[in-house]
């Protein structure tokens, strides 16, 4: 079983830039969640995907945009890149069948953005 | 509006005593608790979780409680080992809400066990 992988795992923008963040969920897991963990802070929700569409959204603006494929795989998309926009990106996959909600994160990618 | 709070940024405790973190949250809709730890350069992973109808859970040296009127939980390690040291999250989710899957987290408590 294979667990949660992103790619790429650190990343240097510029600001205005468009930047894609990619996640292949683990086996067996149909719903995939991204979140934003500032330096210091928690985890912050972005959105959440299941059978390919979006399922919940957290404040974020719409210059966060997602996908999610056939194989459950999923991008992260952040256009028109802000300094602050600098954060850990999270994937995290799930399955609604699964105990305790079943979260399996990734390690996410490093997004610094200069 | 932090809904999720851990007010203690930092712990420090020797081997084999008892480590108690704290995590309270203001939104009476959240029904489900969960504590994740997280190592540098490593995502957060499931530590141990407690349902709403129930005021404590136990998994080996892992105990978490929930007192609800003062929505409040710990969470208790012990005895506590140096590979314990990590970033502690708590979070909480609302299971019975539409937007299923958003965790929502704490800002976390890194924990120190030396030995």
């Known amino acids: 079983e294979t667990g949660v992988t992103q790619s790429p795992t650190h990343l240097i923008k510029t600001r205005g830039q468009q930047v894609t963040l990619r996640c292949s969920s683990q086996?067996?897991?149909?719903?995939v969640s991204w979140y934003q963990q500032a330096l210091g802070q928690g985890p912050q929700f972005i959105f959440q995907?299941?059978?390919?569409?979006?399922?919940g959204r957290g404040n974020f603006p719409p210059r966060f945009s997602g996908l999610q494929f056939p194989n459950y795989s999923s991008e992260l998309n952040v256009n028109a890149l802000e300094l602050d926009d600098s954060a850990l990106y999270l994937c995290?996959?799930?399955?609604?069948?699964?105990?305790?909600?079943?979260?399996?994160f990734g390690s996410g990618t490093r997004l610094t953005v200069v | 509006d932090q809904q999720v709070k851990q007010n203690s940024p930092s712990l420090s405790v020797q081997e084999g005593r008892i480590s108690i973190l704290n995590c309270d949250y203001t939104?009476?809709?959240?029904?489900?608790f969960l504590w994740y730890k997280k190592y540098p350069a490593e995502g957060p992973t499931f530590l141990i979780s407690?349902?709403?109808?129930?005021d404590k859970n136990e998994d080996g040296r892992f105990t978490v409680f929930l007192n609800k009127s003062a929505k409040h939980l710990s969470l208790h390690i012990v005895p506590s080992q140096p590979g314990d040291s990590a970033v502690y999250f708590c979070?909480?989710?609302?299971?019975?809400?539409?937007?299923?899957?958003?965790?929502?987290f704490g800002q976390g408590t890194i924990l120190t066990v030396h030995p």
């Open positions: 995907y299941y059978r390919e569409e979006e399922n």
């Open positions: 086996s067996g897991h149909n719903t």
């Open positions: 939104n009476s809709m959240f029904d489900y």
């Open positions: 979070a909480a989710i609302n299971a019975g809400g539409t937007s299923y899957g958003k965790l929502t």
């Open positions: 995290a996959s799930s399955s609604k069948t699964a105990a305790n909600y079943g979260y399996t």
């Open positions: 407690i349902s709403s109808i129930k």
